[in-house]
């Protein structure tokens, strides 16, 4: 029977058998330690898939493996609220704050936060040749993201401005894009942290006297922002789930406006 080096957390020094009450003594450790549902979840699904697997090759009985699958995982109690920008407060958001380096660096990046969706450590790792035309549009190609899913993200046009202007005025033509800036407005290093990102949406949050506002709120605003079909949206942001997107945009079915409403057969005569 395999020996679960992954439960020693529950007690250091000591290895349980593996069986159904230890998963569950480790699903109360995950909860104790305030670890999101999420999280929680991710990590009980290796734990089934590994009683899966031990099953499967005789080192664990079917009774116990089935007994661990049981397990369940970490209820989720109600659903997070995102934030999301109007168009107005969108383009008070994205007003430059001023023609130095700085300014022009911030307001690019609140540019692709907006305009593509993009999460924060994908801004960061931006370089120069990600930047092509597919289809005669400008994108962002094979952009590796969360979970290691590719895509390839399009780029507005005002949004593709506000970066060649950063980077003409601060002559970066190859490497990483976004690069620090000094108090005397000079470039240095050769990047940015996602804790940058962090101070630069926080600074124009406060320009723009908008509350509690964080990156990943940008890119909540770009899915609602951009409208069109689901499929399109999820596209653009690179979630792996549907109902990912749908928590972006808050959707909500609304039965009073009804989409198939607009079918228009009433005049169609069924004979």
């Given at each position: 029977?395999?020996?679960?080096s ?20 480790y ?17 009980l ?68 936060l ?7 450590a ?8 990600d ?15 969360k ?7 399009p ?44 101070h ?18 940008l ?32 959707c909500?079915?609304r ?17």
């Open positions: 029977m395999p020996s679960t992954l439960l020693r957390g529950i007690a250091p020094n000591r290895v349980f058998s593996f069986n159904r009450t230890v998963v569950l003594r699903r109360f450790f995950l909860e104790q330690k305030n670890l999101a549902p999420s999280t929680i979840n991710v990590r699904a290796a734990v089934r898939r590994l009683a899966y697997e031990a099953s499967d090759t005789g080192l664990l009985s079917p009774d116990l493996a089935a007994g661990i699958r049981r397990v369940k995982g970490a209820k989720r109690l109600g659903v997070r609220i995102g934030n999301w920008l109007t168009i107005d407060q969108s383009k008070t958001l994205l007003g430059k704050p001023s023609d130095s380096l700085r300014g022009k660096r911030d307001r690019s990046i609140l540019a692709l907006i305009g593509c969706g993009l999460r924060w994908e801004l960061v790792g931006l370089r120069t040749g930047f092509q035309i597919r289809e005669e549009h400008c994108v962002i190609a094979d952009l590796v993201g979970g290691k899913h590719i895509r390839t993200v780029v507005p046009l005002w949004a593709k401005h506000a970066v060649d202007e950063w980077t003409a005025a601060a002559a970066i033509a190859d490497g990483t894009i976004f690069r620090g800036v000094s108090r005397l407005d000079k470039i240095w290093g050769d990047g940015i942290t996602p804790k940058a990102i962090w630069v949406v926080r600074a124009a949050a406060k320009r723009a006297d908008i509350k509690n506002l964080a990156p990943h709120d890119r909540r605003t770009c899915a609602r922002l951009a409208g069109g079909e689901l499929e399109q949206i999820q596209f653009l942001l690179g979630h792996a789930s549907v109902q990912t997107t749908e928590r972006y945009l808050g909500k079915q039965f009073s406006q009804a989409v198939n409403d607009n079918l228009r057969l009433e005049d169609t005569s069924w004979g």
